[in-house]
């Protein structure tokens, strides 16, 4: 800009100059052009600004990482003069992190319309980034000068994991010595409270699980099929932190979308399960009992709400609870060791998962652990095929 109002000055004095040197009407000409010019430019720039009006729109708020969500700048244009370039610049923070980027968008006026131009906004990484659209600055065919529409708009977008469906073992697990009031609904057993099924008589069928009423009623015997109570407290802990560099988002994506992975499997098969995950952001510690995809993506807007940490405050805050579970799997990026070396002595009747991203040695796997799987590649599906609950 300030090139061009120096260009446009050197004009100026060449053009006065001209006057003074060759007095005629052709040198007059000249120097009243270069004069009028820019206060033409300037009256067609105001009435573009005055007779222009601009709306920003998200076609959607949500979408997952790596997918595009479209901003909609809609503008409408009453007056003849069409202007090559209106720009704005788009401020927006990174996912779990205090970090700005800016870009500048810019886009043609065309006289007497309405337009739409459109903007892609994008991110590599899950989490809510917070965009603000700064004023539509409006510029004249040289750029000698701008002019100011206020828009000032700001949108907070989400990206989701990309949740993977998984080739997983999935099934009911009892704890022996353990009161529950859940129920396996594939397999049957001793608890007479709950009635699992109701089916003909066979041979070697025990007289007492006979069903006498509806045996009258059918005219045949029936027999009852006591419940297996099963204890689903199945619990993932996920430790939102990673070691520094610049793989340290692409670490925490692969955290969550570990997690969420598991529990869309487990919200399929309706077991009831518990996402834990500390947030440096508040200092808290989330128990999110979960057994439908509602409340595993109600859990999800939670988690990417959160801050990230450097340390084993996840599991450090779990070694804290006295909750029995079934199955613990501890989700993370950071060395295991330390974190996991006294497990065993939380419960003894608990199974120890460990998913760890990055390079692990897997030969130095404490022992009690039932699984030790290492997303290496990142590539989640592929490395939690044949994992069990």
């Known amino acids: 800009m300030t090139i061009i109002r120096l260009i446009y000055l050197a004009v100026l004095v060449i053009a006065?100059?001209?006057?003074?040197?060759?007095?005629?009407?052709?040198?007059?000409?000249?120097?009243?052009?270069?004069?009028?010019l820019p206060i033409i430019l300037f009256l067609l720039l105001v009435l573009a600004r005055a007779l222009t009006k601009i709306t920003v729109e998200a076609n959607e708020l949500i979408a997952t990482r790596g997918s595009?969500?479209?901003?909609?700048?809609?503008?409408?244009?009453?007056?003849f003069v069409a202007l090559p370039t209106l720009r704005t610049e788009l401020i927006y923070t990174s996912p779990f992190s205090d970090e700005t980027e800016k870009e500048e968008v810019a886009f043609p006026l065309h006289a007497l319309t309405k337009q739409t131009a459109f903007f892609d906004i994008k991110s590599d990484h899950v989490g809510t980034v917070k965009l603000y659209i700064g004023d539509i600055i409006?510029?004249?065919?040289?750029?000698?000068?701008?002019?100011?529409?206020?828009?000032?708009?700001?949108?907070?977008?989400?990206?989701?994991?990309d949740i993977k469906p998984l080739n997983i073992d999935v099934r009911q697990n009892?704890?022996?010595?353990?009161?529950?009031?859940?129920?396996?609904k594939s397999k049957k057993g001793d608890d007479p409270s709950e009635v699992f099924a109701i089916r003909d008589y066979v041979?070697?069928?025990?007289?007492?699980?006979?069903?006498?009423?509806?045996?009258?009623?059918?005219?045949?015997?029936?027999?009852?099929?006591?419940?297996?109570p099963v204890n689903n407290n199945i619990v993932i802990v996920a430790e939102l932190a990673s070691k520094k560099g610049e793989n340290a988002l692409n670490d925490i994506d692969t955290v969550i979308e570990a997690v969420f992975s598991l529990s869309n499997c487990l919200c399929e098969a309706e077991l009831l399960h518990k996402i834990c995950w500390y947030d440096k952001k508040s200092e808290q510690f989330f128990s999110q009992e979960v057994k439908t995809t509602s409340e595993m993506f109600a859990?999800?807007?939670?988690?990417?709400?959160?801050?990230?940490?450097?340390d084993w405050n996840s599991m450090a805050f779990w070694k804290q609870q006295s909750d029995i579970c079934s199955h613990l799997a501890y989700v993370t990026a950071l060395p295991v060791d330390a974190a996991i070396s006294d497990l065993g002595e939380i419960s003894y009747s608990t199974f120890y998962s460990i998913i760890t991203v990055g390079s692990e040695d897997l030969s130095a796997t404490p022992s009690g652990i039932m699984q030790f799987v290492n997303l290496a590649n990142g590539d989640v599906s592929d490395a939690l095929s044949g994992f069990a609950f």
């Open 16 to 36: 006065g100059l001209f006057v003074v040197m060759y007095v005629d009407s052709l040198s007059l000409i000249l120097l009243l052009i270069t004069v009028a």
């Open 68 to 79: 595009a969500v479209s901003l909609r700048f809609n503008i409408k244009n009453l007056s």
């Open 138 to 161: 409006f510029s004249d065919y040289f750029r000698l000068f701008n002019l100011k529409l206020k828009v000032r708009k700001q949108f907070e977008i989400t990206f989701l994991p």
């Open 174 to 184: 009892t704890l022996l010595g353990v009161d529950s009031d859940v129920f396996s």
């Open 203 to 228: 041979g070697g069928d025990k007289l007492n699980r006979i069903h006498w009423k509806l045996s009258s009623k059918q005219d045949n015997i029936m027999v009852k099929d006591y419940s297996l």
């Open 299 to 310: 859990a999800l807007g939670l988690m990417l709400a959160s801050g990230v940490g450097d």
